[in-house]
């Protein structure tokens, strides 16, 4: 399996644009989790899905922000419009669910400007 | 959101030496536990569980003491490839998923 697949790997933005972040899960895996890392903050949880069903969205900082799965194999996140605070790393991870933990992908680092 | 503490070093260790962190969780509920190894500007990626009555994973040991709410990772012999991030992570149980620790910052010195 190739792991976790994000794209971009880089985006720089203007502020006010819109940015759309990109994640394949692991085939199989019935949970998709999106994470923001800061160096002030660490790992935060944004929101994640359960077989393509948003299940907690309480940390997802503001309406700019939104997050969709419209199939198994694919998922969105995205800021409208961007802000230099939403600089950060963002982080897709999947799991098939129990005690397993998470496999991440390799991030999209985000620098609005 | 329940917390995760962890000493964010640096930790700066002899190669060759035996090192160990501690991690203490807020949520008495929690039901798994994981240690996270993340590399400079790369994914965390999982090092190992830790079950309840400790468990070894050739120099890494990992323990956890649900009475006190910690769980601890311990490196023996450490190599200059050890240097990285170490991240405690709990699953808080329910629909609550996994909440890091801010990590542990390890520099492993020759």
């Known amino acids: 399996d190739a792991g976790v697949i994000q794209s971009p790997r880089h985006e720089v933005t203007e502020m006010g644009q819109e940015v759309t972040l990109r994640c394949k899960p692991i085939?199989?895996?019935?949970?998709l989790f999106w994470y923001r890392q800061t160096m002030m903050r660490g790992l935060e949880l944004l929101i994640y899905?359960?077989?393509?069903?948003?299940?907690?969205d309480s940390g997802m900082p503001e309406d700019r922000f939104s997050a969709k799965m419209p199939n198994a194999s694919f998922s969105t996140l995205k800021i409208q419009p961007s802000e230099p605070r939403d600089s950060a790393v963002y982080f897709c991870?999947?799991?098939?669910?129990?005690?397993?933990?998470?496999?991440f992908g390799s991030g999209t680092r985000l620098t609005v400007v | 959101r329940k917390e995760v503490e962890q000493d964010p070093g640096p930790f700066n260790v002899p190669e060759g030496a035996t090192v160990a962190f501690n991690c203490t969780y807020s949520?008495?509920?929690?039901?798994?536990f994981f240690w996270y190894r993340q590399d400079c500007r790369k994914e965390p990626k999982l090092l190992m569980s830790?079950?309840?009555s400790g468990n070894e994973d050739g120099r890494f040991t990992a323990q956890l003491n649900r009475a006190s709410q910690y769980i601890s990772l311990l490196i023996r012999d450490s190599k200059l490839s050890d240097s990285a991030t170490y991240l405690c992570?709990?699953?808080?149980?329910?629909?609550?998923?996994?909440?890091f620790g801010k990590g542990t910052h390890l520099i492993i010195q020759p």
């Open positions: 991870a999947s799991s098939p669910g129990g005690d397993y933990g998470y496999t």
């Open positions: 085939s199989g895996h019935d949970y």
């Open positions: 899905f359960n077989n393509n069903v948003p299940i907690d």
């Open positions: 949520n008495s509920a929690s039901q798994s």
């Open positions: 830790v079950y309840s």
């Open positions: 992570v709990v699953n808080g149980g329910g629909a609550d998923g996994l909440t």
